[in-house]
């Protein structure tokens, strides 16, 4: 009997010894692996629907209009202040955000832009399609190059900084034979509101950056 409640007693010694150890490794402190580790935005974040756009070979007819990166008249513009879609032409929608059309256009450098009409531009035009966007906490880890341009890689309008929030709210990739290219995000350019795309594999984490 004394040398089966030794035995267990053992067992039991052992068990307890373990169970940090088990656990170890689950902490989402430690900055670059909290994309990992926070279970939870990790599944909201891949459970984000990608957004599509439906071509116009000869545009929607509405003349020229500003474009802004968000939608929002605050928001930064593209082009030093100056984007603009001539919607007479070959172009692309996404449809509607808060009244704005999401739109995607030719620039004269070969890329293409995305970005925002206001509503006052293009009252009655029906789109059939819909985008839903997430908004997902984010923390830079490192320099994130911001772009309007997702056909070319290597252009940006905008910098994050290490330690610079922003929020994800969608993922894209402009290439349909191509797997993910890029997050689609919400910053603050110049202290103004931008909606931009960021490389997939950008180095950050997710969550506010308060936690630890």
């Given at each position: 009997?004394?040398?089966?409640?030794?035995?267990l007693?053992?067992?039991?010694?052992?068990?307890?010894?373990?169970?940090?150890?088990?656990?170890?490794?689950?902490?989402?402190?430690?900055?670059?692996?909290?994309?990992?580790?926070?279970?939870?935005?990790?599944?909201v974040?891949?459970?984000?629907?990608?957004f599509?756009f439906?071509k116009?070979?000869?545009?929607?007819?509405?003349?020229?209009?500003?474009?802004?990166?968000?939608?929002?008249?605050s928001?930064?513009?593209?082009?030093?202040?100056?984007?603009?879609?001539?919607?007479?032409?070959?172009?692309?929608?996404?449809?509607?955000?808060?009244?704005?059309?999401?739109?995607?256009?030719?620039?004269?450098?070969?890329?293409?832009?995305?970005?925002?009409?206001?509503?006052?531009?293009?009252?009655?035009?029906?789109?059939?399609?819909?985008?839903?966007?997430?908004?997902?906490?984010?923390?830079?880890?490192?320099?994130?190059?911001?772009?309007?341009?997702?056909?070319?890689?290597?252009?940006?309008?905008?910098?994050?900084?290490?330690?610079?929030?922003?929020?994800?709210?969608s993922?894209?990739?402009?290439?349909?034979?191509?797997?993910?290219?890029?997050?689609?995000?919400?910053?603050?350019v110049?202290?103004?509101?931008?909606?931009?795309?960021?490389?997939?594999?950008?180095d950050?984490?997710?969550?506010?950056?308060?936690?630890?």
């Amino acid at each position: 009997m004394k040398k089966m409640m030794a035995c267990l007693l053992a067992v039991l010694v052992l068990s307890l010894a373990l169970i940090p150890a088990a656990f170890a490794g689950t902490s989402t402190e430690s900055g670059r692996t909290a994309v990992a580790g926070n279970s939870g935005l990790t599944r909201v974040l891949n459970e984000l629907p990608p957004f599509k756009f439906e071509k116009h070979a000869y545009g929607i007819g509405y003349g020229t209009c500003p474009v802004y990166s968000a939608p929002s008249e605050s928001a930064y513009r593209c082009a030093n202040g100056r984007a603009s879609c001539d919607t007479n032409s070959k172009m692309d929608d996404a449809g509607f955000v808060s009244g704005w059309l999401m739109v995607r256009y030719e620039t004269n450098n070969g890329g293409v832009r995305v970005g925002f009409i206001p509503p006052k531009y293009v009252r009655g035009y029906k789109s059939s399609m819909v985008p839903h966007f997430g908004y997902v906490p984010a923390v830079a880890n490192d320099v994130i190059y911001v772009t309007d341009n997702p056909m070319t890689h290597g252009t940006s309008f905008a910098t994050l900084s290490a330690g610079e929030s922003f929020h994800i709210l969608s993922k894209y990739n402009y290439y349909k034979d191509r797997g993910l290219d890029w997050w689609y995000i919400e910053c603050t350019v110049d202290g103004q509101q931008a909606y931009g795309f960021i490389e997939v594999d950008s180095d950050f984490e997710l969550g506010n950056g308060a936690e630890g």
